[in-house]
């Protein structure tokens, strides 16, 4: 299986526990959100926040990533990224 790291634009709030995000991402059809580590988002100067995910599948037409945890719509850690 071949992986690679991407950054993907999510917004982010304070999450259940002091150490995690809640995140909300869009894919190509919703918005998913999910619960994260703090530790795999970046927050840039300009203020926009990243999720940091594994891209498994990568053409022309498709990115399909492996999230860090499942989102709350879908149950599943797999999504099709934008």
Excluded: A, C, H
Excluded at 48 to 66: A, C, E, H, P, Q
């Amino acid at each position: 299986m071949n992986r690679e790291i991407d950054w993907i634009p999510v917004e982010v709030s304070d999450g259940m526990f002091s150490n995690e995000y809640s995140v909300v991402l869009k894919n190509l059809q919703d918005k998913l959100s999910l619960y994260v580590d703090k530790s795999l988002v970046r927050k840039d100067k300009d203020g926009s926040t990243f999720l940091k995910v594994y891209i498994i599948i990568k053409d022309d037409n498709k990115r399909v990533g492996l999230l860090p945890s499942e989102t709350f719509e879908t149950s599943s850690r797999w999504v099709e990224l934008v």
